[in-house]
């Protein structure tokens, strides 16, 4: 129950294309959702985060979707850039802990 | 403007070694925590610190021990290092629960 699955494993698109990550959880508890991004030889970087009490946010290029009936959770790289090539890790927690749950990552390589 | 400072950034050390991992934070957080990353894997958190004075397990708290040693600093230790161990390790640190970590940029540790 404490696990959030993440898919793909990998994945590679041409620049300008929207890949979309995904994550799924079972702990209905679980009310904070981060992403973080990470680049080689560097820790993760808290890219954008949403509660359950919005469907979808948006911070520049970056979306992340919310459907709380299915207890899944996407992030949309809109326009997506070589530069944005890294491994995403989305995570979860609840109230009154301190202990994310991670997926296991995605690998995204965005082609120039 | 430092964030999450880890020391040292790589080690090397033979089996049965100890060594102290050590993290400071600037950004007056009252919760810190230690997370080791292994391919495939994901972040899984080895200890944290709600606040100043304590300290509880994680997921992997086996073979490793923490020192909170005041609000700044937050060091983990392995007594007696065992190949197993042979992992990149992130101290984070949060305002407080359920709220948004920020990670330094690692210790990579080879254990022969």
């Known amino acids: 129950q404490q696990q959030v699955k993440q898919s793909p494993q990998s994945l590679i698109v041409q620049k300008g294309g929207i890949p979309i990550i995904n994550c799924a959880y079972e702990?209905?508890?679980?009310?904070?959702f981060p992403w973080y991004q990470q680049f080689p030889g560097k820790g993760p970087a808290l890219l954008i985060a949403?509660?359950?009490?919005?469907s979808e946010k948006k911070e520049g290029r970056f979306t992340i979707s919310f459907n709380k009936s299915a207890k899944q959770f996407s992030l949309h790289i809109m326009d997506s850039q070589p530069g944005d090539s890294a491994t995403y890790f989305c995570a979860a927690s609840h109230s009154g802990t301190y202990k994310y749950i991670f997926g296991t990552g995605t690998r995204l390589k965005v082609l120039a | 403007n430092a964030g999450v400072t880890q020391t040292p950034k790589f080690q090397v050390l033979k089996t049965g070694q100890s060594m102290t991992l050590q993290c400071a934070q600037d950004?007056?957080?009252?919760?810190m925590y230690w997370y080791r990353q292994d391919p495939g894997m994901g972040l899984r958190l080895i200890y944290y610190?709600?606040?100043?004075?304590?300290?509880d397990k994680g997921e992997v708290p086996n073979g490793y021990n923490v020192s909170r040693l005041n609000k700044r600093e937050f060091s983990l230790r392995l007594e007696s290092a065992a190949p197993s161990q042979t992992s990149v390790y992130f101290c984070?640190?949060?305002?407080?629960?359920?709220?948004?970590?920020?990670f330094g940029d690692g210790t990579r540790l080879s254990i022969l």
């Open positions: 950004m007056n957080h009252n919760s």
């Open positions: 702990n209905t508890a679980f009310d904070y």
């Open positions: 949403i509660r359950p009490d919005v």
């Open positions: 984070a640190s949060s305002d407080a629960a359920n709220q948004p970590q920020h």
């Open positions: 610190s709600a606040s100043e004075g304590t300290t």
